[in-house]
């Protein structure tokens, strides 16, 4: 079999959890729990174990403490599930106590209680099989079954090597649904092993998932304000350069980090968008990680806490993005003008400059 090297490890577990499913479960209710804000990698690996869950007649509903993310009410409703699944999904804002009525958990991309949000405290109560591809976790030791795979990038494959070992099928839409799963994961494949892909070949050429439609589902569509504001701050970028450094500056009142995205994506190293609300000014960096590795300054931990002082106000963030809150004057060209020299004093004096 061609994934026989790489199912070998995980066969057994697998195996012995059709087995339970089989043996043990029939007429038994079962809750099926995803971590919180539930990702397409979480909420297709659910649906997908409920499907298989229902061909062996085995009644289970899906718990999705503290909803799903955006990005996967797109994927559901773009897949037309959203209505297919109302019923057998529950969006648990409060009323822990429904795990009263379950014999048996079944816990997926999920490695830690904490994740679980208002569940965290109630899953110990019950037996819980483990299905997940994070690093082990504080679940694991209670854990009466735990089905992971160190090749697997998503939950979605091992759910997708289950089903493959059942022989029971699923739905062209879940098939499609497990292959966003992934790319979610993977981000497209950046993260993915070899195993995803003969993973994804099994999806596809098996269990008929639809490569194109599980990429589209996931394309995130802006509103129309949000183009707009785009293509505002694309107009009035102000170019500079340091060395060999292209800085961009611009003005927004809204969507300030998508913009600052777009502008890298059309060239620039860092770039830099003031907006003004109410009595404060807004500032919103953002850099190309060759940026950081070039000048050796984090926008996060240097730039952004030092222009806070400067404007008198505060700033942070990460390496690659950050923000400034301050109560200074809204004026770009004076507020550029000061955030352009700040960096150019850095990274000139930047010990780790290689320019
Ligand atoms: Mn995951």
């Given at each position: ?244 450094l292209?800085i ?12 600052a995205?777009?502008?890298l994506?059309?060239?620039a190293d860092a770039v830099f ?12 960096g953002r850099a190309k990680q060759s940026f950081i590795?070039i000048t050796?300054i984090s926008l996060?931990?240097?730039l ?14 990460h390496d690659t993005a950050g ?20 960096l ?12």
């Amino acid at each position: 079999m061609l994934l026989g090297k790489y199912w070998k490890e995980n066969l057994e577990n697998i195996k012995r959890l059709l087995e339970k499913i089989y043996s043990d479960l029939p007429g038994k209710t079962i809750f099926i729990i995803t971590h919180r804000n539930a990702d397409p990698d979480a909420i297709a690996s659910a649906i997908a174990l409920h499907e298989i869950l229902s061909k062996v007649k085995i009644k289970s509903y899906i718990l999705l403490p503290e909803g799903m993310n955006e990005i996967s009410k797109q994927v559901m409703e773009k897949l037309g599930l959203s209505d297919k699944y109302r019923y057998n999904i529950i969006d648990l804002r409060k009323g822990e106590k429904i795990l009263i009525n379950t014999d048996i958990l079944i816990i997926v991309d999920t490695n830690n209680p904490e994740q679980l949000g208002l569940l965290a405290h109630y899953v110990f109560d019950k037996p819980f099989i483990l299905i997940d591809h994070h690093q082990p976790g504080k679940l694991w030791r209670k854990a009466s079954m735990i089905i992971s795979d160190n090749n697997a990038r998503s939950t979605s494959e091992i759910v997708t090597n289950i089903a493959l070992l059942s022989g029971l099928g699923l739905p062209r839409s879940i098939s499609t649904l497990l292959l966003s799963g992934i790319l979610y994961d993977t981000r497209r494949f950046i993260y993915a092993t070899e195993k995803t892909f003969l993973t994804v070949y099994r999806l596809i050429s098996s269990l008929g998932a639809d490569y194109l439609k599980a990429q589209s589902v996931l394309q995130h569509e802006m509103s129309i304000p949000e183009r707009i504001a785009r293509l505002k701050a694309a107009q009035r970028i102000v170019i500079k350069k340091i060395n060999e450094l292209i800085i961009a500056y611009s003005h927004v009142s809204a969507y300030e980090s998508s913009c600052a995205r777009a502008i890298l994506e059309l060239g620039a190293d860092a770039v830099f968008i003031v907006s003004r609300h109410k009595e404060k000014i807004r500032i919103v960096g953002r850099a190309k990680q060759s940026f950081i590795k070039i000048t050796g300054i984090s926008l996060g931990r240097d730039l952004m806490p030092y222009l806070g002082g400067l404007l008198g106000g505060s700033g942070g963030g990460h390496d690659t993005a950050g923000v400034v809150e301050a109560t200074a004057k809204y004026d770009f060209k004076r507020i550029i003008n000061i955030v352009h020299k700040a960096l150019e004093k850095m990274i000139l004096s930047s010990s780790k400059q290689a320019l």
